[in-house]
C-alpha cells in the first residue's frame, strides 16, 4: 500500500481560504504521461459535471468533505515526501481557492491539474491534464449510479461537458499538457477524433498524436479486464498514446489510492 495520511476531517477556524477536500493522499500517478510518478493528490470535493462512470463519486453524486485552509492543505503536503502534487477532485477548478493553492506550492513542487476542461485558469500549473468528457459520459435513467437520479444533469452535463475554447485556453495555458479521454469502447472514436481536430483548429500550440492518451473506462480490477485491451489496439490503430489506470491495477478502488 502506499502512504496513506487522512485528512483532517474537523472544520478548522483558521482565517483565509477554504477549500472543500475529499482526501489528500500520498500514491503514484496512475493516468497519462507521468504514470508511475510518487505523488501527493489533493482532491477538492464538487464538481459542475455528472459523468455516470465517475470514479470519485463523493466528488460528484454525493460529496463530502473537511474545509481546510489553504495554509492547512499546504502544510499537510509538506508532510508528505512527494515532489509532486496532483490536484483534482470533484472538478478542482470550480473553486477559485484552486489558484491561491496551486500558487502556494508552485516554488516548491511539480503541479498537474486534473481537469474535465470546461473551465480555465490563470494559476500556475506545470501539467494540464485535460479529460474531456465525451458523449458516452452523459448520465441516463438506465446508466446513472445506483440510488441516483440523473434529472437535471442529463441536459447539464450533454451541453456543458465540451467548451472549444476553454480546451485550447487550457492547451496553451500550461508548459507540457495532455488529452486524456476515457473510451468505453471503438464507438467513442469517431467523436475523439473531431474534438482532436477541432482542439488543433482552434490552437497554435501543436497537438502530436502522442499528447492524445485513451484511457479505458473502468472503475474496477474486473471493469478494466474487459476494456483495457481493446482501448489499446484502438490507441495502437490511431497512433494515440495509451494510459493504463496502474492505481487501480495495484490498489483497485481502494479509497486514498
Ligand atoms: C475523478 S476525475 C477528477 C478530475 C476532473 N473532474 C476530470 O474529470 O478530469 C479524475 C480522472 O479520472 C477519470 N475517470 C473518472 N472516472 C473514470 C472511470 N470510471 N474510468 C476511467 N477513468 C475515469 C477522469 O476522466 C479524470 O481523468
Ligand atoms: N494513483 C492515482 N492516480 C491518479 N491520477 C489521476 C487521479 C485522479 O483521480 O484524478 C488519480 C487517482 O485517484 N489515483
Ligand atoms: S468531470 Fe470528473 S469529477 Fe466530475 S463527474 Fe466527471 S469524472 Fe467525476
Ligand atoms: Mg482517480
Known amino acids: ?31 497519462g504521461k507521468l504514470a508511475g510518478v510518487p505523488s501527493t493528490f489533493v482532491r477538492t470535493s464538487g464538481c459542475n459535471l455528472r459523468c455516470w462512470f465517475c470514479d470519485s463519486y463523493h466528488t460528484s453524486w454525493d460529496p463530502t468533505h473537511a474545509w481546510m485552509s489553504v495554509e492547512e492543505i499546504v502544510s499537510e503536503v509538506r508532510t508528505l515526501d512527494p515532489d509532486h502534487v496532483v490536484v ?52 441516463t435513467p438506465e446508466n446513472a449510479p445506483e440510488d441516483t437520479d440523473p ?19 487550457l492547451v496553451e495555458h500550461a508548459d507540457d499538457f495532455q488529452l486524456k479521454f476515457v473510451v468505453t469502447g471503438r464507438d467513442d472514436l469517431p467523436e475523439i477524433e473531431s474534438v482532436v481536430a477541432d482542439v488543433r483548429g482552434v490552437t497554435s500550440r501543436e497537438v502530436r498524436d502522442t499528447d492524445v492518451l485513451l484511457m479505458p473506462e473502468g472503475q474496477t480490477r474486473e471493469a478494466l ?25 495495484l490498489w483497485n478502488d481502494a479509497p486514498e489510492t
Open 1 to 31: 500500500m502506499p502512504v496513506s495520511d487522512s485528512v483532517i476531517r474537523t472544520d478548522t477556524d483558521a482565517d483565509g481560504e477554504r477549500l472543500p477536500i475529499n482526501e489528500l493522499f500520498a500514491s503514484l500517478q496512475g493516468e
Open 88 to 139: 483534482t477532485g470533484g472538478e478542482p477548478l470550480i473553486h477559485d481557492e484552486t489558484s491561491s493553492l496551486l500558487s502556494a506550492l508552485a516554488d516548491d513542487y511539480h503541479l498537474t491539474v486534473e481537469t474535465n476542461g470546461t473551465l480555465e485558469t490563470d494559476a500556475p500549473v506545470d501539467l494540464a491534464s485535460i479529460s474531456p468528457k465525451l458523449a458516452s459520459s452523459t448520465p
Open 151 to 169: 434529472g437535471v444533469w442529463t441536459d447539464r452535463h450533454e451541453s456543458s461537458r465540451i467548451n472549444l475554447d476553454t480546451l485550447a485556453a
Open 225 to 249: 479486464a474487459r476494456t483495457r485491451t481493446r482501448v489499446a489496439d484502438l490507441a495502437a490503430e490511431c497512433g494515440y498514446r495509451y494510459t493504463p489506470r496502474l492505481h487501480v491495477d
